[in-house]
Structures are given as C-alpha cells and as structure tokens.
C-alpha cells in the first residue's frame, strides 16, 4: 500500500492555491488596517488549524512591534524573537532552530525588510504550509506599504490644504492693507492731512515688509526643497555673525549678546543667518527682551537663544520644527520659519532643538565646525 500523502491538501494543490491567493488579494481593501489585512489572509489563503497563531511584525524605529495577531486575543507573539530576528537579517523564511514549530517570513517591500509574519504551531509545517507563508507574506508587505502611503498622502493633502488656507489668509491681510490705504491716497490726497498721509504711508510700508518677509519664507523653504542653497565654508567670527543676525531683526535695543570676541567657526556665515534669523524673530516677536549665548563645543559651537516670552508649550516641543507648526497664539505667519531654520540649518550640518527653560522659551542651535569641507 502507498505511503499516505501527510502534506496539506488544500495547500499543495497548485491551482487551488492560485485560486485562493487572487481571491484573498480582491478581498484587500486598501483602506484596511493591519488587523484586517492578517485576518483576510488568515481565512483566504492561510487557514491555519486551530491552536496555530499567526503574528504580523512591522519594523518601528530601532525595534518591531506585534501589530496584528490571529486569534485577536493571541499570547505569545513575542516568544519568537530569536526566529523573527534571524528571518529579518536573512532575507528569508526561517525555522525556529529548537522545535521547528516557529516560523518566520521577512516582508521585504523595495529591497528593505519592512517586518515579518511569524506562525506558532504545535508542529514544523509542511513545505506547501511554508510556501502559502511567504506567499501571505508578500501579501501583507504590499498592502501594509499601499495603506502607510494612502495615510501619508492623506497627511500631505491635509498640510497642502492647510498651507493654501494659510496662505491665502497671510498674503491677502497686508495686500489688503497696501491697496485699500493706496486706493485712499489716491482718491482723497487732497482731502487728508499730512499726519493722515504719513500715517497711511507708514501702514503700506509695514504690510510691504511683511508681505515680502513671507514670500521669502516660501522661496526660502522651496529652495531648499530643490537642492539649490549649497553652503560655502569659511572661517569666521561667530560674535560678528551673532551681531549680524540681531541687526538683520532690527533687534538691536533688545537683544544681549554673549560671544567671545575671538570664538572662531568654519561655516557658511550667510547660511547661519538663515538659520538663526527666523529664532531670533521668533523670540522677538513673543518676548521683551533677548539672549543670544555663542559657546565653544568640542565638535564646534552652540549657540542658545532665549527670550522671555510665555515659552514653546510643552506638548509640542521640538515638533515645533516642524512645517505649518505653531505655538498657540494667534499672531500672524505660515508656521515656516522654524522649519525653515531646521531645514536650511540641515545643509551646514545645524542641529536645532528645544532646551528646556524655568521661564519663556530657549532653543539651542548646535552648528559643526566643517574645517574638513565635509557636513
């Protein structure tokens, strides 16, 4: 009598599993979350046997997280450690090396393993039971990548949306501003006196340095976005640099300085304004008086910008760094000019960052001494 065939029926059936992998992948939904996706494989293509667990793990920072298991309420997803690991680092399915009864398949998506699908069970599958595996693997790699970009681009038409609402407030106050007093001048020169005229003047200059101030940011941000500030190092003062930045904001009367007169760094000098120009804004804007700190490093120099104002909050922290972000006041702006800063600061290797402080606000700006031409 023949040996009985022990692999799985319905799994080593090569067109039964064809069948079931395209079914399985119609039912995908792309809004679908992770739990959903597993579970859809689970029923369509894998059918494990009861008491079998199936674990999907996504990479998260230095680590990897359980995202999805199958039962929902399954224990254990993190005794495979070693297993997942191994799979991870080797680009293809392992087998737990004690019992056999873990097995772990990597899910690489663009030449980068993006996590792995670990099953637990009572026995080491089958060799069709490892094939639907990494077939369920591949699955799962492409539509956990077609949903994390279906939410970043849902992210990036909330920014754009915002950004054009934003916009579209922010240039038409101080446009506003310049035609109305304009039209008025024009119309009734005769009829106002000179205090009136040099009043309307003085209001359509403010808006005329704001307006451009804003056109700047967005040309700032989109040069960058483009590649096209590319820093020139040279050795230079940082207290001349300091001192430039506090008269480029006008903040003469408020700002102290504190630099050693001979502290030296090679940098771009005009890219560190860039840098530090909008800090300094920011703290004059929220803040009475300013601080501006140069200190030496031992990779180059930090220099500190404190103002006395009501300080960034606390839930915020270094996202403030971040574009359309803003504290929770109502003051005009786009919410670019940190990130700017940031941003622009990145090309001669700045690294921006809340310090926190007993009252207002402090943001430290590391800059690297780039004597070796590198950043």
Sequence with gaps: MDAPDTRDRASSDGPSRHARLLATAGRMRAEAGPQELLETVAEGLLRPDPGVRLCLHLAAGDGTHVVAAVPV??????????????????????????????????????????????????????????????????????????????????????????????????????????????????????????????????????????????????????????GHTIPDPVPCLVRDVLDLVVHDQGGEDRCTVTCAGDLRLTTDPVVARLVLGPIVENALEHGDRVELEGRATPTGVTVTVTDDGPGIPADLGDAIFERFVRGHDRSPGFGLGLSTAREVGATIGAVLSVVAHTTGARVAVDLPDLEDGSR
């Design 73 to 226: 309420d399954s224990h254990g997803c993190d005794d495979a450690a070693t297993t997942l690991h191994r799979a991870m680092s080797a680009g293809h399915t392992v087998v737990s090396e004690t019992d056999g009864t873990q097995v772990a398949t990597p899910l690489v998506v663009e030449g980068r393993t993006r996590g792995a699908l670990v099953v637990h069970g009572a026995s080491c599958p089958s060799p069709a039971r490892i094939e639907d595996l990494e077939l369920a693997a591949v699955l799962l790699a492409g539509a956990v990548m077609t949903v994390r970009r279906l939410e970043e681009q849902r992210d990036l038409d909330r920014v754009r949306s915002n950004f054009v609402a934003r916009i579209s407030h922010e240039l038409r106050t101080p446009l506003t501003i310049i035609s109305g007093f304009a039209t008025t001048l024009g119309a009734q020169e005769d009829l106002l006196s000179v205090e009136q005229r040099h009043g309307m003047l003085d209001r359509i200059v403010t808006a005329s340095v704001r307006l451009e101030h804003l056109v700047e940011e967005v040309l700032t941000l989109a040069s960058v976005d483009l």
